[in-house]
């Protein structure tokens, strides 16, 4: 793994838009709505070069965590210079106000660890949430500037609500975008996080990570293990199933219609 102190500035001319997702089904979400151009596997993982909304995108699935996702951002950056790092997939909603396949853009991001709430410096020269969620909403997609809480592990999520400050605005849970930023930043490059609901409020997941997962990816032998040791999972997974194909479309939508607001990050800087 490249450590983060090593990446390499971007060049001043513009690059890729670079993207990095977590699952699969982020991932195919992205790249069904794009032509692709051609894939290359480095170190380890695939690197899947394409057009999209007539812009060149790299896109690295890197898998599950802060971990995985550090690991991802850092190989795109060394590989393919973007001019901007993008954190795409799905989120879970914590309070009202959100439903599964609305759009979330990153307005405020956190780090929800062992120690507690804490707010990392974010990358500059970022896009602004509120410019990119109005205009999305201009072409019918719910979306809304809302607070990342990148976390390590599934969380209750009315305990944490209560936690959180009352105006806090729409807070989600996701696993990745505080790494993504994290490298984003210390590459000088900007970072866009945006992701569509895929569990609301009321989903209080019935398993932990260890439970469906190995290295970081989901593991189908762990997920039919955990429907025949725990069968009460079994309606609650066929939901998340669903509402992750609605927040899948959303998200391709979603991407196709942003790339274009994008044209001017990471055009600048010296």
């Known amino acids: 793994m490249l450590p983060l102190t090593t990446i ?3 060049p001043a001319t513009p690059g890729p838009l670079g993207i990095v997702t977590a699952l699969p089904e982020e991932r195919r979400a992205i790249l069904t709505v794009a032509r692709p151009v051609r894939r290359e596997k480095v170190d380890g993982l695939l690197i899947h ?4 909304a007539d812009r060149l ?3 690295v699935e890197g898998g599950m965590g802060a971990e995985a996702a550090s690991r991802a951002a850092a190989l795109l950056i060394k590989a393919r210079r973007p001019r901007l790092l993008l954190s795409a997939g799905f989120c879970g909603a914590i309070r009202t106000g959100s439903i599964v396949g609305d759009t979330i853009i990153c307005d405020r991001l956190l780090t929800l660890n062992a120690e507690g709430l804490s707010a990392p410096p974010p990358p500059e ?3 602004s949430a509120a410019h990119l969620t109005s205009t999305l909403r201009s072409h019918g997609i719910t979306a809304l500037a809302g607070s990342f809480i990148t976390t390590d592990r599934i969380v209750s999520k009315p305990e944490l609500a209560q936690k959180l400050p009352h105006d806090l605005p ?3 849970l996701e696993m990745e975008s505080a790494a993504v930023a994290a490298a984003a930043a210390a590459a000088h490059l900007p970072f866009l996080g945006f992701r569509t609901v895929s569990d609301d409020a009321a989903e ?3 398993f932990s990570l260890d439970e469906l ?3 970081n990816r989901i593991s189908i032998p762990k997920v039919l293990m955990l429907c025949l040791t725990h069968p009460r999972t079994i309606p609650q997974l066929a939901r998340l199933a669903a509402n992750s194909a609605v927040a899948g479309k959303n998200l391709g939508l979603a991407c196709r219609l942003l790339l274009p607001l994008l044209d001017s990050a990471g055009t600048s800087r010296p």
């Open 170 to 172: 729409t807070p989600v």
């Open 213 to 215: 997962t190995t290295a």
């Open 8 to 10: 390499p500035e971007a």
């Open 125 to 127: 020269g970022s896009p």
């Open 57 to 59: 995108i790299c896109l």
């Open 204 to 206: 209080e997941l019935l």
């Open 49 to 52: 070069d394409a057009l999209l």
